[in-house]
């Protein structure tokens, strides 16, 4: 089993920057895959950014060259840095974890959630 808890989320006005966190237990974290999610009121839940367990990284076209995935094994820490954020940002913010070394973008490709932390950017 592995627990995730998810901080740093908050109010920001656009054009802010927040870095969220993920402290991971209960399992081996350097050998996970690592992702971030995203759920806006109304929408789907929807890939933001994964991470391997080697440091490769993927980012949703939406993010690219604004959010950074970036992870700290001795910690079994992983953070999403936001910049340049913007009100269609706003949403829970999740992280997860899945039982695989590779990058993976897929919803149903992770086994394991924390509960979110909301980001909500004002204009």
């Known amino acids: 089993q592995v627990q995730l808890v998810e901080s740093g989320g908050g109010l920001v006005q656009a054009g802010g920057s927040l870095r969220l966190s993920c402290a991971a237990s209960?399992?081996?974290?350097?050998?996970?895959?690592m992702g971030w999610f995203r759920q806006a009121p109304g929408k789907e839940r929807e890939f933001v950014a994964t991470?391997?367990?080697?440091?490769?990284?993927v980012h949703a076209d939406s993010v690219k060259g604004r959010f950074t995935i970036s992870r700290d094994n001795a910690k079994n820490t992983v953070y999403l840095q936001m910049n340049s954020l913007k009100p269609e940002d706003t949403a829970v913010y999740y992280c997860?974890?899945?039982?695989?070394?590779?990058?993976?973008?897929?919803?149903?490709?992770?086994?394991?959630w924390g509960q979110g932390t909301q980001v909500t950017v004002s204009s």
């Open positions: 997860a974890a899945a039982e695989t070394r590779w990058v993976r973008v897929g919803i149903t490709d992770y086994d394991y």
């Open positions: 209960g399992r081996t974290f350097s050998s996970s895959a």
């Open positions: 991470i391997s367990w080697s440091g490769n990284t």
